[in-house]
């Protein structure tokens, strides 16, 4: 636990960041499969999917939906008008019965689930949907849930990651609502591979697509392993046994200090990008007097929205020739895939 402690200190300042341990498998699956006696060039998923092999293919997929109503009211905006593909909203916020009470009256859109296990903010906090007598391990002294993912990972039981992922998905099932994928407040759920296990195997069950990447670079592997992520053949053997689909690239928005140099990094990130089926997160949130209270990144979110409404922006995605797809499309390709 003392290694692993030292581990997330280190790279604390991304997580909270919202970078997410999750990024250890960003541009990943270039090369061969792991397993090299498998014979023939590879495969990305945009492909498998049955997508042109040269096309970038993107979700731009809104985090952080339920956490309050301006990111609602955001989210909605964005998907209403058809300028993102995708949006998850996390299960213990205040803000989620509203948000699933339109993904239902609003079946077209993808919505899925924010599986959260941390409560980061300074004064907006939240509980588990869980019995907090059931889950001991995620509570801080509050009684709130933990703060960052390193207290998650030092203080929390996989039964109780278990139990906590589970009351929020058969929250949101009593609720009539299928979520459409479900996906990671904070990268939570990679921070060991006893999580990672339950986030997989849940998904499965279910029949919920998780947002995972494939991670067949045995060079990138080796890369992160090096760093001191937690890229053990534990994890790699879960990823290769996960039988739902899977990107081929993760990503969020850049940040900038102002709108138009965010915009402008946003636009190199998307140039940079490689043929395959690419996620890229944010957190749109519409500015106001309490949304500033909630967190220092109140501007970026607010740009956010922004970004993709601009028509500058609808215009380089437009002359870059990028394909778009949501999970809905993804599961329906899959089921299809003889």
């Not at 009256?105 to 599986?115: A, K, R, S, V």
Request: net charge negative; hydrophobic share 40%; with cysteine.
């Amino acid at each position: 636990m003392l290694k692993l402690s030292k581990l997330f200190k280190k790279h604390y300042s991304i997580l909270y960041a919202g970078i997410f341990i999750l990024l250890m498998f960003y541009a990943c699956g270039r090369q061969e499969t792991r397993d090299s006696e498998v014979a023939g060039e590879y495969q990305t998923w945009a492909e498998k999917l049955g997508f042109p092999p040269d096309k970038r293919v993107l979700i731009f997929h809104a985090d952080d939906m339920a956490m309050c109503d301006e990111a609602n009211e955001a989210t909605i905006f964005l998907l209403e008008n058809d300028h993102i593909q995708s949006a998850a909203a996390m299960p213990p916020c205040p803000a989620f019965k509203d948000a699933i009470k339109w993904a239902i009256d609003n079946p077209q859109y993808d919505i899925g689930l924010h599986l959260t296990l941390t409560s980061e903010w300074k004064t907006h906090r939240w509980g588990p949907v869980s019995a907090p007598e059931e889950v001991p391990g995620l509570l801080d002294p509050e009684g709130n849930m933990w703060r960052s993912v390193q207290e998650v990972a030092m203080n929390a039981t996989p039964e109780e990651v278990e139990k906590e992922l589970r009351a929020q998905i058969e929250k949101t099932l009593a609720m009539g609502y299928q979520p459409d994928h479900m996906d990671t407040h904070m990268g939570t759920v990679f921070a060991t591979n006893d999580f990672t296990g339950v986030y997989l195997r849940l998904a499965e069950e279910y029949g919920i697509p998780a947002m995972v990447i494939d991670f067949s670079d045995p060079e990138v592997v080796e890369q992160y392993k090096q760093a001191g992520y937690p890229v053990t053949d534990r994890l790699l053997e879960m990823l290769d046994e996960y039988s739902l689909p899977k990107l081929d690239y993760f990503s969020s928005v850049p940040g900038g200090e102002s709108y138009e140099e965010m915009r402008e990094n946003f636009f190199d990130q998307i140039r940079s990008l490689e043929p395959g089926l690419t996620e890229i997160i944010f957190h749109p949130q519409f500015e106001s007097e309490f949304g500033k209270t909630i967190t220092g990144s109140w501007q970026q979110r607010a740009w956010e929205v922004e970004l993709f409404a601009d028509p500058v922006v609808k215009q380089f995605f437009e002359d870059e020739g990028l394909l778009f797809t949501n999970w809905k499309e993804v599961m329906e390709r899959f089921e299809n895939i003889e």
